[in-house]
């Protein structure tokens, strides 16, 4: 099987070379390292999955991208990051990166945060954000998560 690439010209196409890649080596992640999916979904961050082996750590149960008004299906809806089933009220967990949800997007961040907590209106505890500058590894992410919800 030959493949081609289109060169500049309009209908020229230029055989593409195909070498073997035998000097590249690909590291095996370990255990440890491997981010694994939480309650089938692949987390979208190592925070993320961080935040899930301290709930499991924790014995909280809890749901993982929790639709509300509709999720990501409707205008208007939008994914909560965790659901913790804590006593006697469940908390709704936001896991927040700078990168995505600092600086000009803090705004719209806050005004998902405002939104969440007038979803819920009483039914829920206050919604916990936890930023990735107070998680810089899985030890430091089960105290603060401790901390932040027991």
């Known amino acids: 099987m030959k493949v081609f690439q289109f060169g500049k010209k309009k209908g020229k196409k ?20 491997a981010i694994q999916p939480v309650q089938g979904i692949t987390p979208g961050s190592k925070e993320e ?22 999720g990501r299906s409707f205008r208007g809806g939008q994914v ?6 804590t006593v006697p009220l469940p908390t709704p ?6 990168y995505w949800h600092g600086g000009t997007k803090s705004a719209e961040s806050e005004f998902k945060v405002a939104q969440a907590e007038r979803y ?31």
Not at 14 to 33: A, G, H, S
């Open 14 to 33: 230029i055989p593409l070379q195909n070498k073997p890649v035998e000097d590249v080596v690909f590291k095996q992640p370990d255990d440890e390292e």
């Open 49 to 70: 999955y961080w935040v899930a082996l301290a709930l499991y750590r924790l014995g909280i149960n809890f749901y993982y991208q929790y639709d509300i008004s509709g």
């Open 80 to 85: 909560v990051d965790f659901l913790a089933l």
């Open 93 to 98: 967990i936001f896991v927040q990166g700078k």
């Open 120 to 150: 819920f209106a009483g039914e829920a505890q206050p919604v916990v954000e936890i930023w990735d500058y107070e998680i810089p590894d899985k030890e430091t992410t089960y105290q603060v998560v401790k901390r932040k919800l027991l």
